[in-house]
């Protein structure tokens, strides 16, 4: 088994709750083979409260986790990006900074429960569909033998995920 922890970005618009939940969700779940970030093209500056109960519902760590510009991540100094996955149709049409090291991408498109209008229930109904359905794409991602598949592979592979659901 290979030692080399993999840098995941999650990118959003807002990047207050689907990119939050897989970085938070990731973070824990795959803690000893990934370093997980996420970030947005228009951060909304605030993480939604109702993606930080559905993290903390599931048992998962909601300590740190902020509303970010993907700037932070496209400067030199920045970590290498070993994986690039955007979860909203925005972030995946809009033009993207250049990714030093031409690291793999993929798009895995949710829906914005954060846009939602309703009744306090649907919307937090929503947020937990949205919650699972991520969850369930990280478990899969998971299970990709990393460390054995050549580049050109894994990214037919990620592929094969992100046109699962979109």
């Known amino acids: 088994m290979s030692d080399k922890i993999y840098n995941v970005l999650f990118l959003c618009t807002g990047n207050s709750a689907r990119s939050i939940m897989a970085e938070a969700m990731l973070n824990a779940m795959g803690k000893d083979r990934f370093k997980v970030?996420?970030?947005?093209?228009?951060?909304?500056?605030?993480?939604?409260?109702?993606?930080?109960?559905?993290?903390?519902?599931?048992?998962?760590?909601?300590?740190?986790?902020?509303?970010?510009?993907?700037?932070?991540?496209?400067?030199?100094?920045?970590?290498?990006?070993?994986?690039?996955?955007?979860?909203?149709?925005?972030?995946a049409g809009e033009v993207c900074p250049f990714w030093p090291g031409q690291p793999m991408t993929a798009h895995w498109g949710f829906q914005d429960p954060a846009e939602l209008k309703g009744s306090?229930?649907?919307?937090?109904?929503?947020?937990?569909?949205?919650?699972?359905?991520?969850?369930?794409?990280?478990?899969?991602?998971?299970?990709l033998p990393l460390n054995k598949l050549e580049k050109l592979a894994l990214q037919r592979e990620l592929d094969k995920i992100g046109l699962n659901h979109s």
């Open 37 to 91: 970030y996420s970030a947005g093209s228009h951060p909304n500056g605030k993480v939604n409260p109702m993606a930080i109960e559905q993290i903390a519902h599931l048992g998962f760590d909601t300590t740190g986790l902020r509303s970010k510009s993907w700037d932070e991540f496209a400067s030199s100094d920045a970590p290498h990006m070993d994986f690039v996955i955007t979860v909203c149709d925005k972030a």
């Open 120 to 143: 306090e229930v649907e919307i937090r109904q929503t947020f937990a569909r949205i919650c699972r359905e991520i969850k369930t794409r990280l478990d899969i991602f998971l299970s």
